[in-house]
């Protein structure tokens, strides 16, 4: 399984772009991602915060053919990107229901996903916003940035790419052909 990429120089959010291409394309999984966004959204209808240099993309996929319920796909969805972010930070990586990752208690990433029907066929979106160099600073909750607690210049591109063989490859295992 692959996903079409839609590269964007700024979008509203990612998430809302990837509705837009579901209601108007027959694109069964993509990538959309973005330099920027200016409406990023969060959980709850909270604002995600969004610096350019940062990693805002989401992926859509029809459920149909998806061998696993949506619950267990929440989570594995979280753990996914978890698994991409150890590559470059070899510690404690923590999950903080229903979609945060956490270093050292300090929020890295948010994941937000969506269910949408389009002619009676089921979508899921995930929509990633990870702080790759700059973090935001909210009040009462901690955040960071990798290039903050490794010091190290991350490639988003390498990073974004990363992200897409890893559920490529999930959704593979998961997905029965019609």
Avoid: H
């Avoid at 995600?48 to 240099?53: E, M």
């Avoid at 973090?135 to 290039?147: D, E, G, K, R, S």
């Amino acid at each position: 399984m692959k996903f079409k990429k839609f590269y964007f120089k700024k979008v509203k959010s990612t998430n809302q772009t990837s509705i837009r291409l579901i209601k108007n394309t027959k694109n069964e999984f993509g990538l959309v991602v973005s330099e920027l966004q200016s409406k990023g959204k969060g959980q709850y209808g909270r604002k995600w915060i969004s610096y350019k240099g940062n990693v805002f993309l989401s992926f859509f996929y029809k459920l149909e053919n998806i061998n696993l319920s949506l619950n267990s796909l929440t989570k594995k969805n979280c753990f996914l990107v978890r698994d991409v972010i150890s590559k470059y930070y070899k510690k404690k990586i923590t999950f903080k229901p229903p979609n945060d990752l956490l270093i050292n208690k300090k929020k890295i990433c948010g994941i937000l996903q969506e269910k949408i029907e389009k002619s009676k066929v089921k979508y899921f979106i995930v929509g990633i916003g990870f702080n790759l160099i700059k973090n935001p600073y909210i009040l009462n909750y901690p955040t960071t940035n990798l290039f903050e607690i490794t010091n190290k210049k991350i490639n988003k591109k390498k990073f974004e790419k990363e992200l897409k063989i890893t559920f490529e490859k999930f959704l593979s295992k998961y997905y029965k052909a019609s």
